[in-house]
Every structure is written in C-alpha cells, then in structure tokens.
C-alpha cells in the first residue's frame, strides 16, 4: 500500500453533513431565479478508509451530483465536506489544487472523457504537468508503468483515444485517475457505457486496484449487480436523500427501506441452490416525482404501498436502526415500526403490484421492453453484467402480469428469494425528464477538474 493515512485508521476517510445542491431554475430577461432543482437534499454520511461505498438508486436521484460535490467539482449550497478531517466545503480552486492528488474521479463515458487531439501519454501524464510532480525514473517510463498496471502495453503511449475500444479507453481513465496515487477515487458509472463482457475486467480491474493501491472508493452505479460485487456499504438514494446505507449483505438480504426492497425484488440470486424458490418483483406503480416539488414528508409516500398519514407530513430521519444500518422511514421493514398504529393512505395498497418472479420471466420470453418499464416508472431492468452476476433477461414489468398476488406484504418475505431468471438488475425511471434539460452537473465551479478534464472534454 503506497497511501499511508495521516490520521488514525478508524477515522472515516470522508465525511458528509447535510450536504445540499440545488440547482437554481431561472426565468425571464432579467434571470430570475423562479425555483430549484433539489438534486441533492441534505445527505450525510462517511466513506472508511479502504472501503469501496457503492450508491444506488433510480435516474436522476442525484447520485451524480453528489459524487461532484464530494470531489468539489460543484459548488455545495450547504452542508460540508470533509476530507481525511480538512473541511474542503467551499475551498477555492487553489485551496483544492493539493487535495487533486487524493481525490480522484472516474467518469462514465469513457469517449468524451479523453481528449481525441492528445496521445495516450499526454492524457495520462497530465495529472503530473497539473501538480508538477517529476516521477522518479521520468514521466514517460512512470507514465507506461500506469498503462501496464491497467492492462495496456507501454506501446499505445503514442497512440490516440480513437485508437482503442470503449474498455481500454476506460482502462486509460483509471490510469490517468491513478497516476497520483490518490486516496479517495470517486467512479461515476465507471463500466455502464461497456459491453457486459468488458464490465466485468473494469470491475475486477478496480478490485485488483483497490488490494493493491489501498484506494478507498466511491462507486455509483444504476446496475444493482455490479454494485453488490464491488461494494462493501451500500447507499440507496431517492430524490436528492439517502433513504438506506447498510453493509451490503444486510442490504440485499434483509432490506428495511421499502423502497430498497422494490429494489431488491429485482436482483437475481446467485446461489443457485436457490433458484426456482417461489419468489416475486415488486413493481413501483408511480412515477418519479419531479425534484423541483418533491413529495412534503417522506418523499417516497406518492409510491409506497406501506405509507400512513405520517409519512404525507413528516420526513423521516435517517435513524441507525440496526448496528451500522441507517434507514430513513416511519415503518421499516425487518425491524420494529417508528409510528405503529398509524392510518394508512388510502393510496397505499394501489402503489406497487406484485408480480411472480417465473411470470415476469414469460413475458420477458416473448417480449422486450425495458423502455417501457422506463416509462412506466417501475423499478425495472436493463442488462446485468454477465460476469459479475449469470447473464439476465430484460424482462418487462409494464406488461407483466399482475394481481395473481393480492397482498402486497408478500413481497416482503421473498425479498430475498428472487431466481436470478427474475431479470431486471438495474434501475430505471423516468426521473430526469422532468427537468428541464439540466445536463450533467457541468455547473461551474470555478475548479480545475480532477485530472484533465470532465466528461465533456473534447467530446
Ligand atoms: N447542472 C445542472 N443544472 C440543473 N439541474 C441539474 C444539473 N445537473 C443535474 N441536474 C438535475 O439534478 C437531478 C439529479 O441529477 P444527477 O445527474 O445527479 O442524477 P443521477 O442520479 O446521476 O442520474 P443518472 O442515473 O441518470 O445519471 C436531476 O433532476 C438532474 O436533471
Ligand atoms: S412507510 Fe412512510 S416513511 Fe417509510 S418509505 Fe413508506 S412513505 Fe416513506
Ligand atoms: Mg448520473
């Protein structure tokens, strides 16, 4: 390990205290400013050195966002950052430059992100030029160093992006990110741009790295079978909160958020001992609501099949409720209720339908539509990484046949007991659409990037 920690082992690497990112809607000549997008709400929580956080949740739930805050490429509208114990909140883009040597991100696409006009050996080198390191033994020989480590040869130092596929393209991001040794790597949709078979090298790419650097990681991510292989601690976020943070294995085994036991309705289960149990999807009725007027109270109360009168009028804090399991609900599954005897919405038991595991694998057999399932605001699918989880189908809830389960309680008990044939491993909605064309969180923010540039660079 090539990181040694400044400060004592058990104090988390990074620190968030109701952190905040609204985007300002403006309207008119004069630009005022008529609303906002609540893309971030008030998080908090910590990252442990050496851990990997995994966050989930549905298009558009800010995860993106976050992950730019925590690296300071946005500006936060409150809350703080803290960063191995430096408050880095609100530190200008000089204040920043050292913090660029540990905090690095990895972005999503890995063809914008590299600039088309520059050689791999620029790309990767830039970090050094930026922070006016000198490696010893030279630039060029650390430079193809970093490229071997990733999988690529010395050779392609000269050659430019267009040169290479989608995952060497990724594998020269990683390096450019590790070319500083940072502490903390922040990987945006690192492998959902990739083919399903190249998934799963990135991914162990990222592990291998991860042993051997000692790198602490931030991995976002919509495909809930990449997220339980990398992830030690599990975030689910829904409009702009984080609703669950639990240690992976509680977080798929026995969810508390009844939003991440829709969720988990739809991962198939690996074991195949447990393949062919009866087990059913929960399938979310209503659409995302829109971040500018979230829902008063807890915001998931327009789609939960468990909400009472509470739950219109009052947000539930994000409560251990468990030894190290945060949840963010007035009724939580698995564990005992915050406000028993509550009245319960009239809405409530219309919010989701249950649909059995082995049907929705028919309709998927005759049908694609993962589109649909966008559409329709279910927590549905796209395709599960082939080597991180057995190759799924796509199945398409919209269509799947429902009511043959009429209590909607039953879906909790099987949680757990999906058959990886269940299908749907990612996430969709239709969230972001709602909004009028934000973009990517390209707000400036007066800051260099991490490394050479963001996504949009040269794209
Ligand atoms: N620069 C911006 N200006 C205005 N709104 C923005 C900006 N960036 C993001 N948003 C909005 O903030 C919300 C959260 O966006 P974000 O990109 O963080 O979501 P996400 O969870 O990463 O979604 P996805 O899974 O689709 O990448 C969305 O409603 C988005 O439209
Ligand atoms: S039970 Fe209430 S507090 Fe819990 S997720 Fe549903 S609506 Fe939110
Ligand atoms: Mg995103």
Known sequence: MTNEPTRTDSAPLLRVEGLVKHFPIKKGLLQRQVGAVKAVDGIDFEVRRGETLGVVGESGCGKSTMGRLITRLLEPSGGKVEFDGTDITHLSTGGMRPLRRDIQMIF?????????????GSIVSAPFRLQGVEPEGGLKKEVQGLLERVGLSPEHYNRYPHEFSGGQRQRIGIARAL????????????????????????VNLLDDLQDELGLTYVIIAHDLSVIRHVSDRIAVMYLGKIVELADRTSLYEAPMHPYTTALMSAVPVPDPRRRGAKSERILLKGDVPSPIAPPSGCRFHTRCWKATQVCTVQEPPLLELAPGRRVACHHPENAPDQVPGDTALASAGEAIEIVPATKASNVEATETGAGEAAASGAVAGAVASAAVEPAVKVPSPAKAPA?????????????????????????????TDSVA???TGREAAGDDGPSEGGPAKGA
Do not use: C, F
């Open 179 to 202: 070319a500083l040794k940072p502490r903390l790597v922040v990987a945006d949709e690192p492998v959902s741009a990739l083919d399903v078979s190249i998934q799963a090298q990135v």
């Open 437 to 439: 064309g934000p973009g």
């Open 403 to 431: 009511g043959d389960v009429t209590d909607p309680a039953a879906g909790r008990e099987t949680v757990a007991g999906a058959e990886a044939d269940a299908g749907a491993d990612s996430l969709s909605g239709a969230g």
């Open 108 to 120: 999503q696409d890995p063809y914008g992100s590299l600039n088309p006009r520059h050689t791999i």
